[in-house]
């Protein structure tokens, strides 16, 4: 995939989108976002898998599964378990933000 772009529209007060490439083409992105439904707001995580290529792009998605797997929780246990489970890989660069309304 040359780019991946993405675009959210959950109510009149939040909208979102977002655009990311590889380093090069034909290479694997370690670019990952996730936006979720949370009660009360929504969790944005964004979610950069450390290099480039095929590690960077797994490490990525084991973050973005943690992620969307406990969104519920507070933000320190998501960066817990983040960490826990990207202890074998390259590892990640990652900011999470919990809005509420």
């Known amino acids: ?13 939040f909208h979102y989108a977002v655009a990311t490439r590889p380093r090069s083409a034909g290479a694997e992105n ?4 996730l936006v979720v439904a949370v009660p009360g ?11 480039h ?21 507070p933000l320190p246990a ?3 378990r983040c960490h826990e489970a990207l202890h074998r ?3 990640a660069a990652m900011t999470l933000s919990l809005l509420t309304w």
């Open 1 to 13: 995939m040359a780019e991946e772009t993405a675009a959210g529209d959950w109510s009149p007060w």
């Open 30 to 33: 370690g670019d990952r976002h």
């Open 41 to 51: 707001g929504a969790l944005i995580a964004v979610i950069d898998g450390l290099g």
């Open 53 to 73: 290529g095929r590690e960077a792009a797994a490490a990525a998605e084991i973050a973005v599964r943690v992620v969307g797997d406990h969104a519920s929780e």
């Open 78 to 80: 998501l960066v817990r």
């Open 89 to 91: 890989t390259r590892g």
